[in-house]
């Protein structure tokens, strides 16, 4: 009891200690969640592009590993019911934002996918999508000189062009026509890529860079024009499945689980890139068309159309450097990431969602 016999004298000095043990407990996670060099495996990282295809499937496993995350997307292509269960996370920001114009945000890494990756979509609006290309990433690059943060850019197997050397190593230069109606997607990829090593170069900004060949799974748009996405969504509907020119131009699909597990890896290696990553699995159009027949409606028929311009014959990555730098390689079979996908687009298109014609193999 207290000399004074109110009874809270002498526990007063108790709670105010307990008090200032608690404040500086909340002052030293403050400080942790929010210096600079935290020695924590717990980031702030930004996500351009981040409510699309990959850039969600990446979303959710940087958030499931704990970091906080800002995915700014403008929505062109990227759809907010991606991106939706994690709107209410307090580790979770979205910005709905075009990276065509400035952003600024204090963070650890970028992220740099924003930018339309289907010709439907890249061709839509040439122009859009070459400043996309290069305004965007000069803001995203900009940024990362200034908060000194890790960028990475999601090139793309495109800087290639029809390729004349079989399977692409990163040390080829390319085949790519400047003045075609891809050129506003692949010029535009490899005047990124030329910006983020004058960065490097120049300002000291640690970069990496990759380059994705074509990757699949659940939640790509289904009307957009890629291969794997038109010929699901035919077999679903019931209409035959159209391959461009003879259906011998070779691709090779990976699935976007382990794509993102390479994205991750080389964000947080010591390596500048550029890398590939991709499935070094070939496959003709053709028989990619037979193994979704099988997996949807064997009784699919397949109809031919022209070829359509500047569609490479054949693409394929040497991942060797991917692998021996990063310990990185696919795993997932083609034939068991299609069995996911279907699943996917079964549950969309069974809403009522409509594809129009699809237009190339990319
Ligand atoms: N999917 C592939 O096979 C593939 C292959 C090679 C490279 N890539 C690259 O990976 C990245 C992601 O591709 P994806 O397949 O997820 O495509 P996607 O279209 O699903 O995602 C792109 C996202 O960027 C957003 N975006 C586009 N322009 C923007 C802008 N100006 N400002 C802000 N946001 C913008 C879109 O709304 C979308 O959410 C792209 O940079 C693409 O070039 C993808």
């Not at 924590?40 to 295809?53: D, N, P, Q």
């Not at 979509?121 to 690059?141: Q, S």
């Not at 679903?236 to 382990?258: E, H, K, W």
């Amino acid at each position: 009891m207290t000399s004074n016999g109110t009874g809270s004298a002498a526990a007063a000095p108790v709670d105010v200690q307990r008090q200032g043990a608690e404040a500086l407990d909340r002052l030293a996670s403050w400080r942790g969640d929010n210096a600079p060099n935290r020695p924590s495996t717990h980031k702030r990282i930004l996500v351009t592009g981040g409510a699309g295809f990959i850039g969600s499937h990446l979303v959710d496993r940087l958030m499931e590993e704990g970091n906080e995350v800002i995915c700014v997307d403008s929505l062109f292509t990227g759809k907010k019911s991606n991106i939706e269960r994690w709107r209410s996370h307090p580790n979770f920001e979205f910005f709905r934002h075009d990276v065509i114009e400035p952003f600024t945000a204090e963070v650890d890494q970028i992220y740099h996918l924003a930018c339309p990756a289907s010709p439907v979509h890249y061709k839509y609006n040439a122009i859009r999508t070459l400043k996309t290309g290069v305004l965007g990433t000069l803001n995203m690059l900009g940024l990362a000189k200034r908060v000194g943060a890790t960028f990475l850019l999601a090139s793309t197997s495109e800087v290639y062009g029809d390729p004349l050397v079989h399977p692409q190593t990163e040390e080829y230069w390319g085949n790519v026509n400047p003045i075609g109606v891809r050129s506003c997607y692949d010029e535009s990829k490899r005047v990124a890529e030329t910006m983020a090593f004058d960065y490097h170069r120049q300002h000291g900004v640690a970069i990496r860079v990759v380059r994705i060949f074509n990757t699949y799974g659940p939640r790509m748009v289904e009307n957009d024009g890629r291969v794997v996405s038109n010929f699901v969504s035919q077999a679903l509907r019931g209409t035959p499945l159209t391959v461009y020119g003879d259906g011998s131009q070779t691709r090779s699909f990976c699935y976007v689980a382990d794509l993102v597990d390479g994205l991750i890896r080389m964000m947080n290696s010591a390596h500048t890139g550029p890398f590939n990553l991709g499935n070094p699995g070939e496959f003709s159009m053709l028989e990619l068309a037979q193994l979704i027949k099988d997996q949807v409606d064997p009784t699919s028929d397949i109809k031919y159309l022209p070829a359509t311009p500047d569609d490479p014959a054949k693409r394929k990555p040497d991942i060797t450097k991917a692998n021996t730098n990063l310990g990185w390689a696919p795993g997932v079979p083609l034939k068991e990431g299609l069995i996911e996908m279907i699943a996917d687009f079964r549950e969309r298109i069974g809403d009522g969602v409509k594809a129009p014609a699809p237009t190339s193999s990319a």
